[in-house]
């Protein structure tokens, strides 16, 4: 029983293993928590004005919004998070670049899938400069009302987080093109790049439904 036992410890402890949380995306999200409080601060502005500014006023301020365009615009933000997390499980299958035709999405790695991502962040960066155009030549900037202000300040700063995001996906990019192998670090970078791009989706389908849709 002794003898047994004995010979049946040592195998037992060799199969024993501690799987340590990576610290890269540990970090991330503790930063990304430090960012909730930041979008929470311009939340509680947001509605501080809205408080305080007459509801007549607060409505012809922002019945110059444009829903439609802002809803298609928000559409394809929300939609890019699936095209990164595609590039992310590319990524976690070590498969930087695709395998076949280009018309052959089944194929595509991370390069495609994350190039995609961010030719539709440009597009919602391009269309929220293209509403502010609009919007500023109605009348509306971030000085003519306290609305305009809070209005500008809050999309604005999430389009600044979007803009840091596509900057991310420029980094991710080139160090996978530049890397002789395709490994952890890599897949790494595109995991921990995908928290933030999926952090700053979030925030926006929250800003979109405050902004534009709650009455």
Not at 16 to 25: E, L
Not at 35 to 50: C, H, I, K, P
Not at 140 to 167: A, D, E, K, N
Request: charged share 10%.
């Amino acid at each position: 029983m002794s003898t047994t036992a004995t010979a049946a410890a040592p195998t037992a402890h060799q199969h024993v293993s501690v799987n340590r949380p990576n610290p890269v995306s540990v970090g991330t999200i503790v930063w990304l928590a430090s960012e909730l409080m930041f979008f929470a601060g311009l939340f509680a502005m947001y509605f501080t004005v809205r408080s305080v500014m007459p509801t007549e006023e607060w409505a012809t301020q922002s019945g110059k919004l444009n829903l439609t365009f802002a809803f298609i615009n928000s559409t394809v933000l929300v939609l890019s998070s699936v095209t990164c997390q595609m590039g992310v499980w590319a990524a976690e299958k070590f498969q930087p670049s695709r395998t076949g035709s280009i018309f052959n999405v089944r194929g595509w790695g991370m390069h495609e899938w994350m190039t995609l991502t961010y030719l539709m962040g440009a597009f919602f960066i391009a269309g929220q400069i293209f509403e502010y155009a609009e919007l500023v030549h109605e009348g509306l900037t971030i000085s003519s009302s306290p609305y305009g202000s809070v209005f500008y300040l809050t999309t604005g700063f999430h389009g600044l987080h979007v803009v840091g995001g596509l900057v991310a996906f420029l980094f991710l990019l080139g160090r996978s093109f530049a890397a002789r192998r395709f490994g952890h670090h890599e897949a790494t970078t595109a995991i921990v790049t995908s928290y933030y791009w999926h952090f700053v989706d979030v925030v926006w389908i929250a800003l979109f439904c405050v902004i534009y849709l709650l009455k």
